[in-house]
């Protein structure tokens, strides 16, 4: 017996888990270094991307794009007029798909904007002329737009427009509809028509009227306040809602728009704790937008979900989608639903935590891992390890239970696969039939298969050895 | 050389810091236990009162009667109505106090408040007359009311009405002015005046109408929602403001008053992040008022002060005050005003601290302690330490930080005399010359010797110990 086994044994333990584990059972303190090999197979490319002598340059410049991007609402129109979108041309989250590989809560907001738009006259005849190959489909990233969920849009379709006035670039939401049975979710019932139709007709010009008497409204600067509020802008922005309601608020009560109008809208926007969703994620949408295409860099620039394959694409490659299978979310189920009636993650809104937000700025929403049973010092340890994934911290976004660290900001793609751990995504939960709606909410990850891809492609783009001064 | 020398030495410490600091200087872990002799030549009345069988029970069931109470506003109109104030008749903050000893934002808040109810035209007049003793004055607390700062009311001036459905009780303050030069941190020029004549004129009927249209609303929902969104309900109540704006615009909009007092009252409300404190105070005081008179109780019911003179009262002891001198705030000073501007405390705000918010809640809102150049560890420690001062947890009002713990509770005064611990208060600072208005923002305690006393007060009414059973 040696001196040293006198005193408190401390053991700091790196790799596998079985260490640690054994210790932890015989009431020895051990310190856990997060250290996991890398995915096997991939470590030619990914020495080879890491060792791209444009990478450390190329990424900072990508993270000081997006983080010194603009962000304002500057109109609310219809994405006939926004987008300049045809009747029978629909948008969609995610990656390209096609009809026959679509999920059900896809297919389920399709069947919806068909109906809303007249080109059916019923939900079968919407899915018969669907799958007939009548109409086209095209992601909303391709059009510089996000949707949350489903993120259908049609031509009638209301949209948030957000202007970067520091790169001269534009971003477009649709307006949210509340929870439950809603069109992103996949339902298509009459009373989510109804609502469609009451957004358009009411919603959406009461607060074209709003936002141009408003004039531009910063959204960052509401994001750096609500991510002090306890929202983490993906799953919780009841902050966020009211912070830009209190914005609108002067010029709707004088719009001279009828009383009744005023009155329906106030309680809408006020009586959706998500509403603000939609006007963050195109937001998030413009940071990203700025730190895209810079050669080099590999910095994820999007991610986002179909339904069925999750999409990332990466600063250095531009435009390309690199997709695996969507999972199913770990979470809080509504009414009597449970993961049987889950479809695969799906939606666009994972740009938040592209941004640095939703799940990267779980510390400062604690309330959001209770969902999945979970502690404050859960929430803390997310965030922590977001940090490790990222290239940088967002100043802007200060996240006041870090010390006022600003958000994890920029998913290296190089970080995911060395450590094999993966973003956290927040998320909401549709049900996997077409019509049903929202089942639920809980926390999600992408598979590891598109990052894995992406630094393949990365190691592609690297110059030849010779190349380098 | 022993062998425990060669690990490292973990030190604990208790009572004399000196122990503690040499260590430290040294290099050694020192973990120190926060024990303090009690304050000289109270121990034999402090033994009495913490021997007294009734206090656990007593002490049990003040806590239960105030995080059993009920707190909705259910009102907005003129103390003259709610309170039955006399013209000439003037409520302030804090203890009870005459002209000759009162402090230049109370003194500067009365002759604002005459100038207000033209009983003088000039600020000279007024203090003339106040001097001359022509004037009646009466804590808030005597009538069930509180008021921030000077919290001087006069007939004319508009007040939140609240009311506890449990107890019966009800509470009210007058609304809250906004920041920087305003009659209650002592200002009286007649942009004050002028803004107190608007409030009295536009903003306490149009509150009042939608008040009464909307319905009771429950402000203790709103701060169990507040208080996980940054706000300790003191000196932050940001997201309190938003919330209860929200109640209140769907009867605004629709109250059919002309759209620019609407447009006017909206702005004024949502432009001032204070102007819930004003209804979370009667909250609070509601709260304190069901706890207050229990029979060998040792729970302080209030903390407040006129500027001169701070006061507490206990649950077993009634209404009588127990006072010591106002202590000066350490915190952050606006414009150019530095600590020679500052005037000592004041106000009945610490009534939120009473009921275990504010600089109770202080790890919910770590933005305040950097207002003294703290970090966030060191607002976790504040409501830990308030933790040990406080006979209990108020499970309504969760902080998620403190892994949802409730809000330290029901402050006992022999914790406080027996470990020397003060409790924590929040506050904003006038200047001390009546008419200069705010200076700055800060943290204060209170006087010891008003905890003392109160043992003092306490021991000798406890019953002889041959009556225990």
Redesign the interface.
């Known amino acids: 017996m040696t ?2 086994s ?3 044994l401390t053991v700091i333990t790196a790799g596998a888990q079985m260490f640690a584990d054994t210790l932890r059972a015989q009431g020895v303190a051990t310190t856990e270094v997060a250290w996991l090999p890398p995915v096997a197979g991939i470590e030619a490319p990914l020495t080879s991307v890491m060792l791209d002598p444009r990478r450390v340059a190329a990424n900072a410049r990508a993270l000081a794009a997006m983080t010194s991007a603009g962000a304002s609402l500057v109109d609310v129109r219809p994405a006939r007029e926004a987008l300049d979108l045809d009747a029978g041309h629909f948008l969609h989250a995610g990656p390209p798909i096609g009809w026959e590989r679509m999920s059900g809560p896809l297919r389920g907001a399709l069947v919806g904007a068909v109906v809303y738009e007249g080109l059916a006259d019923s939900p079968e005849q919407a899915e018969a002329r669907l799958a007939a190959g009548d109409f086209s489909f095209e992601p909303a990233h391709h059009r510089g737009a996000v949707g949350p969920m489903a993120g259908v849009v049609s031509a009638s379709m209301w949209m948030f427009e957000l202007h970067d006035d520091v790169h001269d670039q534009r971003s477009w939401c649709s307006l949210n509809e509340g929870l439950g049975k809603v069109l992103r979710y996949g339902a298509y019932s009459p009373d989510v028509i109804d609502r469609l139709r009451w957004m358009g007709e009411v919603l959406g010009p009461a607060l074209q009227t709003a936002s141009r008497a408003t004039g531009p409204i910063d959204i960052l600067a509401i994001v750096a ?1 609500m991510i ?4 983490e802008g993906h799953n919780r922005n ?2 966020g809602t ?2 830009l ?2 914005e609108w ?2 010029a709707l ?2 719009s001279g728009l009828p ?2 109008d ?2 329906a809208v ?2 809408f926007v ?1 009586g959706n704790d998500h509403f603000f969703l939609n006007v963050v994620m195109p937001a998030c949408k413009l940071m990203t937008v700025a730190g895209n295409g810079v050669s080099g860099s590999t910095v994820v620039t999007t991610m986002a979900r179909n339904g069925t394959d999750f999409g990332i694409q990466v600063s250095g490659l531009g435009d390309r989608w690199f997709t695996g299978p969507a999972q199913v979310a770990d979470g809080l189920y509504l009414a009597n639903f449970g993961p049987d009636d889950a479809n695969p993650d799906i939606g666009d809104s994972a740009i938040t935590e592209t941004a640095g937000i939703g799940g990267f700025a779980m510390a400062t929403a ?2 959001i891992v ?1 969902l999945v049973g979970g ?3 859960d929430a803390i340890a997310t965030t922590r390890r977001m940090y490790d994934l990222c290239v940088g911290d967002n100043q802007r976004w200060a996240l ?5 660290r600003g958000t994890p900001t920029g998913i290296d793609v190089t970080a995911v696969v060395r450590t094999g751990q993966l973003p956290q995504i927040n998320t909401g939960m549709a049900g996997r039939l077409a019509g049903v709606g929202q089942v639920g909410a809980g926390l999600v990850s992408p598979p590891m298969e598109c990052f894995e891809a992406a630094v393949v492609a990365m190691a592609e783009a690297v110059p030849p050895m010779t190349a380098w001064r």
């Open positions: 001196a040293v006198t005193g408190d306040q002090q509020m306890g929202d009841r902050a009211l912070m309601l209190k608020l002067p009560i004088t009383t009744t005023v009155t106030v309680e006020s604690p309330a209770r502690s404050v010092s006041p239970i870090m010390d006022f």
